[in-house]
């Protein structure tokens, strides 16, 4: 009895596991078929029957897939380091001082979890530009101006005070006894301390960073500065309807990030990170 | 405990992180209100004060109450399901079971692929000689035009949406299950109770927060849809698959007007505020203690 019940619920999991991955199967599928194969043909050949990595060749030699992935790499290195730092410095006195202004302070940050980018992504483009960080002026200004909406979230900054705030007070004793200054205590003491929580902080960030579109749509001008995402949704306009390179496109500029979640799909799967993700 | 740090110690730590919020935040927020009283339509550099005029230009748009339909069936047909499918699957993954890694890993995958990657694989599905119509035509239907016939393109969207948010939430689930005691559900079985009955009286009851939480979260999440429309149907075909968000973006980036787009961005931001309020508020309150 109990191993029938069981079979069940494999077959509905295996069913909806298939749902999951098959249109990326689907896209591979297509991406490994040659010239001589009708991508269109009926009934649909999974398994290609002219097989060839010429898609993959063909799409690598026209697209800058190198530069695409070294300007993902920039900007969301870039988000992640300074969401590292910016959270962890505010978390801090919000966990671990008594100041005025602390109540406004925290509703304040607070509050802008609720403003979505979305609403305000027009002021935030007029700001950008009076600021003169767009890929228009020079490329540096053109990371920045990818990197600077998003280099602080109130999420990080509440996941960093509640880190800061499990620690417990004799540390800070300690160190002060042994001499430190407020930045030491904070910079030797604490940060080793909240380890765990900056490096779940910096892979949800990453993922975030990694596949943001909406606003790199809005300021990227320069083909030569495209993320990923702007870049393969760019394969559609190129390739109008090569669906084999279109394909072969796709499924190249995913291959970092499935690495990246498979190395570390622990953070992603085990249910304890809840809550950091998505902004 | 001893005061250690100075006077001015944590505005020091706090300012780079409230400077960038405030550029990036609460500036624009403030913006985006000044700018809808503003017409941009005479000379995009000196706007002339326009008062009201926006919102009643925007309250007379039928595209405006379009676009305002759409993302409300968005809503109303993702957020159910986001709420009780993956609450299934995370049921079902919760037994013990072989194999429960590989079938999260899997589930999660569409969470962690690009969104422009997922709806360039759902358009090469949805294609009008695609495999989705050999599916149709197999059973005997006419095809489909998934993304170009004003009666399919929306539903085709948010199937994508509805897709990639499934793993997501089914880890928020999972581990809320992980709270539920034990000796529940040894109660029922002792009982006799079916999985069904078993887990409508154990297992809903005590992840109610939860439920409601993926509800609203979801809910926030639909309200921002973007990336899938802009890649699979840029709204089209006309107005049929637009949603709130891909309007202020073509309003704003596309027609310049910047004034009517803003209108337009307020009334996302006043939707919005009070979902993540009750959000806030009824389920999240102790994440946000001071």
Sequence with gaps: MKKFKNLWIHIILILISLLSIFPFIWLISTSLKGNAENIFAYPPQIIPSDFTLANYTGVWDKVNFIGYFVNSMIVAGGTVLLNLILSAMAGYPLARMEFRGKKVTFFAILATIMIPFQAIMLPVYLITLKLNLVDSVNNLAGYIGLIMPFAVSAFGIFLMRQAFLTIPKEMEEAAIVDGCNVFQVFWKVLLPMVKPSLAVLAIFTFIGSWGEFLWSSIVLTKEAMYTLPVGVNNLQGMFSSNWRFIAAGSILSTIPILIFFLAMQKYFISGENEGAVKG | ?290
């Design chain 2, 1 to 290: 405990m001893l005061k250690y740090y100075g006077k001015y110690a944590p505005y020091l730590f706090i300012l780079p992180a409230a400077a960038v919020l405030i550029v990036f935040f609460f500036i624009p927020f403030f913006q985006t209100f000044f700018l809808s009283f503003l017409d941009y339509s005479n000379n995009i550099y000196s706007p002339a004060f326009a008062g009201l005029n926006n919102y009643t230009a925007l309250f007379k748009n039928p595209v405006f109450y379009k676009v305002l339909w759409n993302t409300f069936i968005y809503l109303f047909v993702a957020v159910p399901i986001l709420a009780v499918f993956p609450l299934f699957l995370a049921v079902l993954i919760n037994q013990k079971i072989r194999g429960v890694t590989l079938y999260k890993i899997l589930i999660y995958l569409p969470v962690i692929v690009s969104i422009v990657v997922a709806a360039i694989a759902f358009k090469w599905l949805y294609a009008d000689q695609g495999i989705l119509n050999y599916l149709v035509t197999g059973l005997g239907f006419k095809p489909i035009g998934w993304l170009t016939d004003p009666k399919y393109s929306l539903y085709s969207v948010i199937i994508v949406t509805i897709w990639k948010g499934i793993g997501y939430y089914m880890i928020i689930y999972l581990a809320a299950l992980m709270s539920v005691p034990n000796e529940l559900y040894e109660a029922c079985d002792i009982d006799g109770a079916g999985f069904f009955r078993k887990h409508l009286t154990v297992t809903v009851p005590h992840i109610m927060p939860t439920i409601a939480l993926v509800t609203t979260i979801s809910a926030i999440s639909a309200m921002k849809v973007f990336a899938e429309i802009y890649v699979m149907t840029k709204g089209g075909p006309l107005n049929y698959s637009k949603t709130i968000v891909y309007y202020i973006y073509e309003r704003a980036f596309e027609n310049l007007d910047l004034g009517f787009a803003s209108a337009m961005a307020v009334v996302l931001l006043v939707i919005v505020m009070i979902f993540s309020l009750i959000n806030i508020l009824c389920f999240e309150r102790n994440k946000y203690q001071i």
